[in-house]
C-alpha cells in the first residue's frame, strides 16, 4: 500500500472519529433532524425518492413535510456574550504568546463576534470596552501576518467604539508604522503624533515611557526634517487581493455588501443580515 493511501485511509478515520464526536456535541440540528425523520410516513418518504434534482427536494420538504416549519432556529442563537468574548480573547492571547498568529487570528474574529457593542441599549462606553480590545488584539494578530490593510482597518474601529485612552498610544504607533511602510508619509506622520499625544495617558513607568516617547519622537524628527522614509525592517507590503464588483451594485450604507441585503440589529443578536431579494449561485453579495 503505498502512501498516498495510508494518508487517505489515516484522513477517513480521523473524519469518522470527528462525526461521531460531533454527533455529542450540543446544538439544534441533532434535535432539528430527529424531529422531522419523525414526521415523515413511509408513503412520503417513497414519493420523496422519486424526486431527482436538489430544487425538487428542497420545495418538497418545505410544502409536503409541516416539522420542517415547527422549530424556529433563531431561539438556538445566544446572542452576544461578554463571558463567551473573554473567552476567546483569552484563548486568542494565548495562541498569540506562542507565535501561532493564525489560530489567535481564528480566536480573536470570534471574541469580536460575541462581544457586546455600544448601542442605545448599552449606552456606558465605560462598559462596553471588550469590542474595541479583540478588535485592537486582532490587529496585531494581522500586524504580525503583515496583512496591513485589515490591520488598520481593525486599529480605525477599534478607536472608534471607545478603545481604552490609557492603551490608545498603542494603536496609533502601530497604525503609524504600517503607514510607513506603505509610504503614506503624511498620516504615519499625524499617527505618531497622535501616539505622542496619548502617551500621557498610559499606564507604564517612567524608564518604559521614555523609551516609547523617544522612538515617536526620532520618527517625527525624520519627517520634520524632509527625509525620505524608507521601509522599515522586512515589513514587505501586503498586495491587497483583487474584489470582484458586488451584484447589483453596494449598498446604500454599507458599501462592502451588494444592495440584495439588507442590515438588521436587535439587542439579543446585535447586527446581521438577511437577503433583501433572491440571491442566485455566483451573486457577490460581500468583499
Not at 92 to 114: D, P, T, W
Not at 167 to 189: G, P, Q, T
Request: some cysteine.
Amino acid at each position: 500500500m503505498g502512501e498516498l493511501q495510508h494518508m487517505q485511509m489515516a484522513w477517513k478515520a480521523m473524519r469518522s472519529t470527528k462525526m461521531l464526536e460531533d454527533m455529542d456535541r450540543p446544538g439544534f440540528f441533532k434535535q432539528y433532524y430527529q424531529t422531522v425523520r419523525q414526521s415523515i410516513t413511509n408513503d412520503v418518504l417513497q414519493e420523496f425518492s422519486k424526486l431527482s434534482s436538489d430544487e425538487e427536494k428542497v420545495r418538497f420538504c418545505y410544502e409536503k413535510i409541516p416539522a420542517v416549519h415547527e422549530i424556529d432556529i433563531r431561539t438556538f442563537y445566544h446572542g452576544k456574550s461578554e463571558r463567551d468574548a473573554l473567552e476567546r480573547k483569552e484563548a486568542g492571547n494565548k495562541a498569540f504568546g506562542r507565535k501561532k498568529n493564525v489560530e489567535a487570528l481564528h480566536c480573536y474574529s470570534q471574541a469580536v463576534v460575541k462581544a457586546p457593542v455600544l448601542s442605545e441599549e448599552n449606552a456606558d462606553p465605560r462598559k462596553m470596552t471588550l469590542y474595541p480590545i479583540c478588535l485592537a488584539n486582532r490587529s496585531a494578530a494581522l500586524y504580525h501576518l503583515k496583512d496591513f490593510y485589515y490591520c488598520v482597518k481593525d486599529i480605525d474601529e477599534a478607536l472608534e467604539h471607545h478603545y481604552p485612552k490609557e492603551l490608545k498610544f498603542k494603536l496609533y504607533k502601530r497604525k503609524a508604522r504600517i503607514l510607513v511602510d506603505l509610504k503614506r508619509h503624511l498620516e504615519a506622520r499625524d499617527s505618531f503624533r497622535q501616539a505622542l499625544k496619548w502617551l500621557d495617558w498610559a499606564k507604564m513607568d517612567r524608564d518604559k515611557r521614555m523609551e516609547v516617547q523617544k522612538d515617536i519622537q526620532k520618527w517625527l524628527s525624520i519627517f520634520e526634517s524632509g527625509k525620505v522614509v524608507k521601509n522599515v525592517g522586512d515589513f514587505r507590503v501586503k498586495l491587497f487581493p483583487t474584489v470582484p464588483p458586488l451584484t447589483q451594485g453596494p449598498h446604500s450604507v454599507f458599501p462592502t455588501l451588494s444592495s440584495k441585503l439588507e442590515m438588521r440589529y436587535s439587542p439579543t443578536q446585535g447586527r446581521y443580515v438577511v437577503a433583501a431579494q433572491d440571491i442566485e449561485f455566483g451573486d457577490v453579495v460581500c468583499t
